[in-house]
């Protein structure tokens, strides 16, 4: 398997370039460049047209492509040219908060998804089933961007203490800048912010962009595993289980949710990148710090560098929630070997 | 002391309109009588008040010292991008950096006018010609960066000198373009500097320009010139001497300054902290303001004031009219080359009804209509006794047919030489004040016969096309500067000089005659006779159709007292404002 997993990553590595390459001739098209940030009426046109030759912008695409090329050989992926730090610090800043969001959300969408289609596939017809397939395409037919709105109207009438935008409270915010300022004036301080304390405030602002995000997603996995989970059931090796007496929940969670799972593994495979780019909005909206402000950001300020960065890396997700979905049809469906 | 930091960003001639600027009017609301309650609650906290707070806090003997503390929370639309003045580009650093590192002299806006006053100097004098201008600087400003460095004649002249440095990529070259570059500041002795002016003008717009947020020389000279946009000092911190201190900045997220008590340049604050919040979505920021999770926001959309106001937690501030929006005719294109076909559209254009579908609510209008591209503001420029083209659809038929355009084949619309009279009015995305009155105008000139077809074009490209002159008719705005400098928007374009801003392609020789000169008038009075009739001939020219002139709304929790924005600042006098210690809502 290990050899079958270098084989695909290494597979994968003129698939990003390309992303790359063709990212930037995209660019090429593209109206304006990042110089724009510098032009006012004070700026004299000489001083902007030395600030493109500084940064290149003065030359064709590709010849900006292969100077970009050579660094990215050496490990360096630039220097954004509206942020002015290096590509890869910014995404260092923000990849983590868009994981723990994209995470999340994952596991949001896969046990309510699941949980939701499994119910309808067993309760088949039922009220239940009907109630749950509403709801189920209502969700998914919502625009992320809407539902947050929503979400954030109704919880702030309904609960208004609890956090609706960033990823840090107020109260935790006192009390780092009182630790700082006591820093700072080189004086002591009892005022202390406890681990749980700030895992509980995380996870408190994490709520509402977790099901925004998730929750349409979760409405097509629980369609998806239905109609799945309703042929397996109907398969010999099922009714066979059953005729031996076995407890229907043995029946369900180890004969036919597991052989349910192939299709689901592939939905979710593919699912990984889009939870990156669809957090786009939903970081927008909910003010979390993570990759899609800094891809609406590129792309806006014509931002080459990062925006190509941003393209690959999703290029990246791609291929690995691929290759994670392939690894898992293994553990799945043992007859499936990884050569 | 009532004074406001004058941030570089004012000085910018001009700038799509998407900043922030003031006013000084408070707004009202049903509980605007805030501070008479402040006043009585203040009393009664400072005599409960513990006086160990006020010691060593630099606010001895403030009135309302015994209040001082809270944090103040705002919205920023977006992250800063540098602490680093000389450098930095976005409103966001600015409204930040602005109070960290203030500039030389402070100003203040009164009747119309500009007013400065010394700051980090003591006193400034000219001399006979105006050309030279001298600061006499405290001696006793200490840069917070805890070196014990006093603030000096040299750092001045360190900024000035980096400022003209292209690689330093400096957009604040207004700053130096009208020095003596042989020797534009001279350091006099440790606390003397004197700007050399190549000309005498406008003597606001000299102490603006001398004016600049100096950042500390023995930190800037450790880094490579070129490297400063992306060094320590622009990107991770900010080391100034004004009435707050940098502490924390979570990009992204949040930036957080505390109080200098050492401040010289300005009085000490009473609030401890400002915590800068960064919270893109307008309607996010909105609930984030009624649940009392941040404090003051840039701005409230007039169709939300209302609402805003029956929550009764906030008070709202109007600010200043800095905002134009206007219909730019490209009078390259033949349908616009004509002075009669622009008077035509401007007549048939019905402004009173755009002012009153999409800039009023509840019974209050926040804009009035525009005849130039000086703010209203600006008392002195003025042109009071101005006649503004009527709407008159019928004189709009008959100047348009004067031109040869006639309904000839009975289809409501007008033609020529076979063509049809029709263009395409294209605004930016995400500004719905802007698609509403364009829609408006499309339909205004069908009255007359005038096919308008509606455009959406992304920022950059819609500027980029604008610059190039590649669109019709652009529905766009400026955010207009209090330091007159029409040249960039109304000179005309020569072989050195290709105007980027002059959207229209603009040319008339009498303006230009009029703009050289104006920007080298010192003398007031003749200055604005000089721009009141430049505005009389572009008006008469119509190369755009001016709009309105449109106001905005800031909201600040009414906890907080004495808050008295102006047209140059939103955080003017941040300094003076106060809580009173029962409402404190910050612990710690």
């Keep these: 398997m290990f050899r079958y997993v270098v084989r695909r990553l290494l597979g994968a590595i003129p698939m990003v370039l390309l992303v790359a390459l063709g990212l930037r001739a995209l660019m090429a098209l593209v109206p304006g460049d990042a110089s724009a940030l510098w032009i006012n009426p004070d700026m004299p046109v000489d001083q902007i047209a030395k600030i493109r030759a500084d940064f290149g912008l003065d030359q064709p695409w590709y010849v900006q492509f292969w100077r970009w090329f050579l660094n990215v050989l050496q490990g360096d992926l630039g220097m954004s040219l509206a942020q002015f730090k290096p590509v890869t610090q910014i995404i260092g800043d923000a990849l983590p908060n868009t994981l723990l969001l994209s995470g999340a959300s994952m596991l949001v969408i896969f046990v309510v998804g699941m949980t939701i289609g499994v119910i309808s596939a067993i309760k088949q017809y039922s009220l239940t089933d009907n109630v749950l397939t509403v709801v189920s395409f209502f969700l998914y037919s919502m625009p992320g961007f809407w539902l947050a709105l929503m979400l954030i109207l109704v919880v702030s009438e309904l609960w208004p203490s609890w956090p609706s935008s960033g990823m840090v409270g107020n109260e935790i915010l006192d009390k780092v800048a009182a630790i700082e300022e006591a820093k700072l004036l080189g004086e002591t301080t009892d005022v202390r912010i406890g681990v749980f304390e700030k895992w509980i405030d995380t996870a408190q602002h994490l709520v509402m962009p977790v099901i925004a995000l998730g929750l349409a997603s979760a409405a097509s996995v629980a369609r998806y595993t239905r109609s799945s989970v309703l042929e397996v059931v109907r398969q010999d090796y099922v009714r066979t289980a059953r005729a031996k007496g076995v407890a229907e929940r043995k029946v369900i969670l180890r004969h036919v949710l597991r052989n349910a799972l192939l299709p689901v593994i592939t939905i979710l495979g593919l699912m990984m990148p889009f939870l990156v780019s669809g957090a786009v909005l939903i970081e927008y909206v909910f003010g979390w710090p993570g990759m899609g402000q800094e891809l609406v950001g590129s792309v806006t300020q014509r931002d080459t560098p990062l925006l190509v960065a941003c393209a690959m890396l999703l290029s990246v997700m791609v291929i690995l929630g691929n290759l994670a979905a392939d690894l898992l049809y293994g553990f799945a469906d043992p007859r499936i070997r990884h050569d | ?588």
């Design chain 2, 1 to 588: 002391m009532n004074s406001i930091r004058l941030s570089c960003r004012h000085l910018t001639s001009a700038a799509l309109a998407l900043g922030l600027c003031l006013g000084s009017i408070g707004c009202g609301g049903p509980e605007s009588g805030g501070n008479d309650g402040g006043n009585a609650g203040g009393k009664n906290a400072a005599s409960g008040g513990n006086s160990s707070d006020v010691e060593g806090s630099g606010l001895e003997g403030r009135p309302h010292a015994a209040d001082a503390g809270d944090t103040l929370t705002i919205a920023l639309i977006g992250d800063a991008d540098s602490m680093l003045p000389m450098v930095g580009q976005s409103v966001n650093g600015s409204m930040v950096y602005d109070l960290l590192v203030p500039p030389a002299t402070t100003s203040d806006f009164q009747d119309g006018r500009i007013l400065f006053n010394p700051g980090l100097a003591k006193s400034y004098s000219w001399n006979d010609d105006h050309t030279e201008l001298t600061y006499e600087l405290k001696d006793d400003c200490y840069w917070d960066d805890d070196s014990g460095k006093v603030v000096n004649a040299e750092d001045i002249r360190y900024n000035y000198e980096l400022i003209a440095d292209p690689d330093v990529k400096s957009p604040r070259q207004n700053h130096v373009e009208r020095l003596d570059p042989k020797n534009p500041v001279e350091v006099l002795d440790e606390f003397r500097v004197r700007f050399h002016f190549q000309y005498a003008y406008n003597e606001q717009t000299m102490l603006a320009h001398a004016g600049f947020n100096i950042s500390p020389k023995h930190l800037l000279e450790k880094y490579d010139r070129a490297s400063l946009i992306s060094c320590d000092l622009s990107k991770k911190r900010a080391v100034g001497h004004g009435p707050f201190r940098f502490l924390k900045w979570d990009p992204k997220q949040s930036i957080t300054i505390v109080r200098n008590p050492k401040s010289k340049t300005y009085a000490v604050p009473y609030v401890k902290r400002i915590v800068f919040k960064i919270i893109p979505e307008y309607q996010t920021r909105l609930v984030e303001l009624k649940k009392g999770d941040i404090d003051m926001m840039d701005a409230v959309q007039e169709k939300d004031i209302e609402e805003v106001l029956s929550w009764g937690s906030v008070k709202l501030y109007e600010r200043g009219y800095r905002f134009l929006d206007y219909v730019a005719w490209n009078m390259q294109n033949p349908l616009f080359a004509e002075r009669d076909a622009r008077r035509a559209l401007t007549l048939a254009i019905d402004i009173e009804r755009i002012i009153k579908t999409i800039l009023t609510f509840g019974g209050k209008t926040y804009g009035t209509k525009a005849y130039s591209t000086f703010t209203p503001e600006l008392s002195d420029y003025r042109v009071d006794d101005i006649t503004l083209l009527p709407h008159d659809p019928a004189q709009a038929k008959t100047l348009l047919a004067g031109l040869g355009w006639k309904d000839t084949d009975n289809d409501g619309f007008l033609d020529k030489d076979g063509k049809r009279f029709e263009f395409v009015l294209v605004t930016n995305q995400g500004n719905p004040r802007r698609s509403d009155a364009c829609v408006l105008i499309q339909e205004d000139l069908k009255k007359i016969g005038i096919k308008v077809n509606l455009e959406q074009r992304e920022g950059v490209t819609f500027f980029d096309d604008l610059s190039k002159k590649n669109y019709e008719a652009a529905l766009a705005g400026w955010s207009a500067s209090l330091f007159p400098d029409p040249s960039d928007v109304w000179g005309s374009a020569t072989e050195t000089e290709n105007r980027l801003f002059n959207f229209t392609a603009y040319s008339n020789a009498r303006v230009d005659e009029l703009i050289a000169k104006g920007l080298k008038t010192k003398d007031g009075a003749e200055e604005a006779k000089i721009w009141q009739e430049m505005q009389r001939i572009i008006y008469e020219d119509q190369p755009y159709t001016f709009l309105y002139w449109k106001t905005s709304t800031v909201p600040l929790h009414k906890r907080f007292r004495d808050y008295k924005p102006n047209v140059l600042s939103v955080l003017h006098g941040i300094e003076n404002v106060w809580v009173p210690k029962a409402e404190h809502k910050s612990k710690h």
